[in-house]
């Protein structure tokens, strides 16, 4: 596995831009959890203050605060000891997350399906047309966001704010492994497949079959990813983020 400076060198990451004093604490707390979700930081990496602070343009005060904030998240790890270290959910955590989530985003669909408006399905097809640049243009964060996105919408969609939280919550601790389980192209392609059947099963008004695509592009994320979870304890190193 590529660590941090790798991943910077190479350029496979956002640009680590300086941030602007106004609205500090989000755009911090923002800019380390895209840091996760691309790679740039990896599961079990050992939090450097100093290079983040000077990576971010801040003093160690907002940064500090902004890890509280990814710590009550479940992203990274605290040890009043060792520091602070980027959190690794083990198999089990893995498994059975990715099966609660396709149940929520399943059930999200049902909704979004009687609930959405022209606007935000107008919405979701511009973001989804997005995506398929990106896909052409080989830009895995830019097809990823737009992807994220989509998603994200459908779950608005549904107007459900006990379901939206339960989403946003358990949503953040995956987006690392959601990332990574496109950067295979067959799993693009599929993607974007099931993708253009969402929007089809939003236009008709099909909740149940929109239940369904969903639930199965989350299980097949599941396995993709416990896929190479499992390669990379067998061969360390294997998964390249």
């Known amino acids: 596995m590529q660590n941090f400076e790798e991943v910077a060198e190479q350029g496979t990451a956002r640009p680590m831009l300086k941030v602007e004093r106004q609205r500090l604490h989000d755009v911090v707390v923002e800019h380390l959890r895209s840091f996760i979700t691309e790679g740039v930081l990896a599961p079990g990496k050992k939090l450097n203050e100093r290079e983040l602070c000077e990576t971010l343009g801040i003093s160690r005060t907002p940064l500090r605060e902004a890890l509280k904030v990814l710590a009550v998240e479940g992203l990274i790890e605290i040890n009043p000891n060792r520091g602070a270290t980027v959190a690794r959910m083990s198999e089990l955590e893995i498994r059975e997350t990715f099966e609660l989530m396709s149940g929520i985003e399943a059930f999200a669909g049902e909704l979004a399906c009687e609930r959405i408006t022209a ?123």
């Open 119 to 241: 606007e935000e399905l107008d919405e979701i097809k511009a973001l989804h047309y997005a995506m398929v640049v990106s896909k052409n243009q080989n830009d895995l964060p830019g097809y990823y966001q737009r992807n994220r996105a989509i998603h994200d919408l459908i779950n608005q969609a549904a107007r459900n704010t006990a379901l939206r939280q339960v989403y946003l919550s358990l949503n953040r601790r995956i987006q690392a492994l959601r990332f990574l389980s496109n950067q295979q192209a067959p799993k693009w392609e599929r993607a974007l497949h099931d993708h253009e059947e969402m929007i089809d099963a939003l236009e008709t008004r099909d909740g149940k079959r929109l239940s369904s695509i969903l639930r199965h592009h989350l299980l097949e994320k599941r396995d993709a990813i416990m896929l190479m979870v499992r390669d990379d304890a067998e061969h360390p190193g294997s998964i390249r983020r």
